[in-house]
């Protein structure tokens, strides 16, 4: 009980001490805010101190261009193969109703046990011509008219395929994400990962011993020297046959694991009413009789349908909400979560994409956040949208015109809400203030532009499509 009283005593002082920026700084940024170009002003948000990423989905946040350097790289792939399908014939066996996915890939394991018909519809992913390389690559990504939530939901994970269960690959991107949050100023890593992955054999690899690969390449050398903290959250597919088994044992997995697993998550498209959240009542109520210290950050009114989706979720037990876009439709749970324990994670790019809100203008977010119900950005799944965090603070700042202190606030709480351990939270908490502190103090200047000369920004294709940003 002392420990708790003094934790909640600690983490209070932290908000109230935190809690204006600068008054002069304020200042300073609405004037930046105001008359600096685009390129300008995503610099400045690049350099941005942020608090963390608490909803990204570990292997979707991977680019397209790394997947495919380090598929085909034999010192990285340990020997291994890649194939892609680029054709369809009606071979014996094959199964037309199954569907033909243009681009699925396959490891040399499963690529062995075809015939020779079906065989011949691969072609292996190091001998692609460049042409058909960034077709492969595209198909990674929402970046052509048309492409939505069909695409992602139905398609993406189909053409990953093998390359998502790759024990070598997966833990080594994460690193990869690792740096490039670095050099955005991130502190904190909450990532949801499912711990399947399969040995060079197509055999499942048990997994504790996939939680043991992640926490060995997170304590490597390179990955240490990023300074960011992970911490993951074990999944569910919501509207499996199987989702309620899945969620019994993730318990138990989480429960083994709480050096790194912090968590769990229920995803899936929530258009599908097999998933429904009251579904899983009983069964996270069975598991809080046995499982102690478990938290949960669910998806929940991830539609562009009203409903009280939210509140659902919310009797389930989350701690936070996952896009929550149709909260903004249940008017009771909007009065419940202002002022309250419970934050909801906004992902603008993602449900901009996934055509939740086709209109990012319309965005619930800032009637959220000026209503005092707990938010902060997130990317979701950058790999498919080919974008970062800066590029969800761009977007917020420009489309919201967000305040310096409403910036501030916003990475306050990814860190207020992460479910990182005590003491660490406090760490990253004052680490936090402690740079923002240092970024006011250097961007404070009549001379703001020339504050980080040697600073390499790195603009995401999305940045350079969509939002026109043209750095070099």
């Not at 892609?84 to 490891?107: E, H, K, M, W």
């Amino acid at each position: 009980m002392h420990s708790f009283r003094l934790f909640t005593l600690v983490s209070l002082c932290q908000m109230v001490l935190g809690a204006e920026p600068a008054p002069d700084f304020a200042k300073r940024f609405e004037a930046i805010r105001k008359t600096a170009t685009k390129e300008e002003l995503y610099r400045f948000l690049w350099a941005v101190p942020k608090g963390g990423d608490i909803h990204n989905h570990m292997v979707q946040s991977y680019l397209s261009h790394q997947w495919y350097e380090a598929a085909v790289d034999p010192k990285r792939n340990h020997g291994n193969r890649y194939y892609t399908q680029l054709r369809y014939t009606n071979c014996p066996g094959n199964d037309a109703q199954s569907g033909f996915v243009l681009f699925r890939t396959i490891q040399r394991a499963t690529y062995e046990k075809l015939s020779v018909c079906e065989k011949a519809e691969f072609e292996a992913l190091d001998a692609l011509s460049p042409d058909l390389r960034e077709q492969w690559q595209s198909s990674f990504r929402l970046d052509k008219a048309g492409e939505g939530r069909n695409e992602f939901f139905e398609l993406s994970s189909k053409r990953r395929g093998d390359l998502g269960l790759d024990p070598y690959l997966v833990p080594d991107l994460l690193v990869e994400q690792l740096k490039l949050m670095k050099a955005q100023n991130l502190r904190y890593l909450e990532t949801q990962f499912r711990p399947i992955l399969q040995d060079q054999a197509g055999q499942l690899i048990p997994e504790d011993r996939v939680a043991e690969l992640l926490k060995e390449r997170l304590n490597a050398p390179d990955a240490k020297a990023t300074g960011i903290t992970v911490r993951f959250m074990n999944s569910v597919l919501r509207f499996a046959p199987d989702a309620e088994q899945q969620v019994e044992r993730i318990y138990a997995f989480i429960a083994r694991n709480r050096d790194l697993w912090v968590g769990m998550n229920m995803g899936g498209r929530e258009d599908n009413d097999k998933g429904f959240a009251l579904r899983f009542m009983e069964v996270h109520r069975k598991m809080r009789r046995t499982y102690p210290g478990i938290h949960l950050a669910l998806h929940g009114g991830e539609v562009d349908s009203p409903g009280a989706d939210v509140k659902h979720t919310l009797m389930l037990g989350a701690e936070r909400i996952g896009h929550g876009v149709n909260l903004v439709t249940d008017p009771e749970t909007m009065l419940f979560m202002r002022h309250n324990r419970y934050l909801v994670e906004i992902n603008l790019i993602s449900n901009n994409l996934l055509e939740y809100i086709p209109d990012l203008s319309t965005h619930p977010f800032p009637e959220y956040l000026r209503l005092g119900i707990p938010v902060c950005l997130n990317t979701d799944d950058p790999g498919a949208w080919d974008s970062n965090l800066t590029d969800e603070y761009f977007v917020g700042v420009t489309r919201f015109n967000l305040t310096w202190g409403e910036i501030v606030q916003l990475g306050r709480n990814s860190l207020q809400y992460a479910f990182v351990e005590e003491p660490e939270k406090s760490r990253l908490l004052k680490d936090y203030e402690e740079g923002v502190r240092r970024f006011e103090a250097l961007y404070g200047t009549d001379d703001w532009k020339k504050a980080e000369p040697g600073l390499r920004v790195s603009p995401s294709g999305y940045a350079k499509k969509a939002l026109k940003i043209a750095l070099h």
